[in-house]
């Protein structure tokens, strides 16, 4: 059992909870890895199992299988009802929830500490024996639909994100809606989902994080009773997925809604992802994000378009690094009430062209850091987050090295990284959207996507 | 048997070769289609083959291997050396190709009538035996990656082409490239074609197409002896594509590249396909483009930009309705010197606007129905042309009526016709593409492409 002090608190030697943490991990003889986080503080446990497969890993033509599948490992086991699953977490004073991602699905508790071992029995049990009927799938089918309306299509804001990825990715299921399209997930069934089950759950496709007061050793063996009588699945293969090829275009998306309070416009590039072993480029692409659009009053782009120019009411950038496949990275602009989005984006592009120009302050660079590491303290202030990092970046390929020091490589970044970061970065194609109040007669996103579903099923059941 | 009169011989009376035609067709027990064209004219006869499969139908992540897999069913059977095929078609005086597309396969002989029989054998040899080597296969996909050096890479509006469309088709396989993305193309191997035509080639996946002067009756009997001896493939199964989303956005793509002469614009709408037994909207929207775009002189683009004001060098609309899925209908103008493309876009939206106001000259919409006619005649006029129709026809579900009554469909739509597709094509989200001279230090398409393979391959393997 190898274990390591958690994220940074040797490196800073900064007091409070991070000091307290200790990070541990080991695998299990059917492959199942796990990491365990203590933390005292509380006496709650987190129990929390992560799959390496998501939305990215789906057969065409069958978008939003996956979180139908998270949603149906509510259904029961070969020897639990429907419910039952949830029924007991909340009986004993617990919560769960679960997500889904384009690289993994994940499932969790949060209970007393006591209780850890009743929830590793019952996770265990529907990695290996899920079971569903017709009257568990169909009207589930309908919940994940209602899902997608009051999540997606309600939101105009979402729709567009949708269309800008669609555009943005030209061959990778990067492109593809997590929720899925709703004209497929209509269609999906039963067999669709069972066989997404067979194909990608079982331990050696799986990470299992506890956090919490807990003793690594006793989590040790209460994971190798429930979780290790967990057969490994031979069907499970290597993750082969189409990747994107090289864009010699820059795209645009207009889309105009009848709902649009305040337009806006969004430019995004493919960028490199955090690599196991080499997260610098990825850290300086973070700082960088942070740099341009992390506050209103000192980002790059913040102080020029807010603060200076008053163009816009709200500024952004945004760097999503921790995927199996590429990352993307994100500019928003939100201009005032009387400017145009060209204008805007003009404007936007001038603060980008000058900043690669002009380079950063070294000042500046150093207030990003201090405030990188306050978020990095905040965020890791809760075991349910700590886990959180630790669980999307095991499902991702990285390890747990590669978590513990991200917070050190996000400190390691030099003014100089930044920049060829950025150069790279702003010399690739992008795609730019113009999200737009619908002023003509043509259909626009609110006249055309449809709402909800005819069942409305019992709110208790949405996960 | 049924024998059906071929294209509209009987519905215009007209005189010439179409008259003469027979086209009949029938179904070998194992699920075999056969469609014979007799057009005693010359001596010779086509023996087509199609499969109902295409790149629409790849796996993802192996793009390229419908048209991989066609190169190397000339690399021999069981019984048959590599190259053996294309040396007795040779020896034999005849001519031999292949093509791939997103929606069909197709292999083709054109030889002398009294060689249609040895054609039969060889073509039901690879139907079921096809095997080749790693010397085979390896350098193959060296010859296709210079395909793509050649055929797309070395052509800006090639590589346009297929940024509109991976644009364009935000969830259906038409949007990746029938030849591949070179990046996967590098990567696929023997095992991901040997699947590919085990799991789709078959008699009850083929469509037989005989042209030429060949009598029905022989030819059934020859076919039976060939291909009937081919024993049915139980893993071929119905088709099932990831199918487009609702759109609701506009899309833009800009390229730019040091090798363009002459920029231009294009817009592609997804539009309705010819659906078998209704092809009324289909066959307007064929009349549209012709219309729009047909003529210089005559067509509605133009007239108006060609001639009267003189902003365009040349203008196009086109259909491409005979697919599986849906179809495209895309507008294209190219500017004089000096004329930007923002203000050539402009002027084009204008055009199509009158024409959505003005609606259409009736002697106009004669001509073009003329036009569209002689165009019918001078295609029909070659075996192989007719067989190709049938061929496309029946690949994408059409059936061997739906291939006869086309021409008759064209000529029986109405101006009312013309007017409500062009209103629902209009109304739909498209995809607009600029292809520019590059003029600034950004890397444009020519610096960013690798250009062919190290190994230049036989160019007499080149199919």
Known sequence: MRRLLAAGA???????????????????????????????????????????????????????????????????TETREAGEFSEIVEREGGRGNAFTSWDYTGYFQRIASDRLELMMELEADRMENLAFTDDDWLPERDVILEERGQVVESRPGRLFGEQLYATLFQNHPYGIPIIGWREEMRELIDTDAMDFYERHYGPNNAILVVAGNVDPDEVRAMAERHYGAVPENPAITERRRPQEPLVVSDRRVKMSDSRVGQPYLMRYYVAPSRASGDQSGAAALQVLAELLGGSAETSVLGRALQFDERLALQTAAFYRGANVDDATFGLAVVPVDGVELAEAEAAMEEVIADFLADGIDAEQLERIKTRLRANEIYDMDSAQNRARQYGVGLSVGLDVADVRDWPDALQAVTADDVMAAARDLFARHHVTGWLMQAEDDRPDAADQVEYGVEDQADPDDFR
């Open 10 to 76: 040797c490196a800073l030697a900064l007091s409070g909870p991070l000091a307290a943490d200790e990070v541990s991990s080991f695998t299990l003889d059917n492959g199942l890895e796990v990491v365990v986080i203590e933390d005292p503080r509380a006496d709650i446990a987190v129990n929390m199992v992560w799959y390496k497969v998501g939305a990215a890993d789906e057969p065409p033509g069958v978008s939003g299988i996956a979180h139908f599948l998270e949603h149906l490992m509510f259904k029961g």
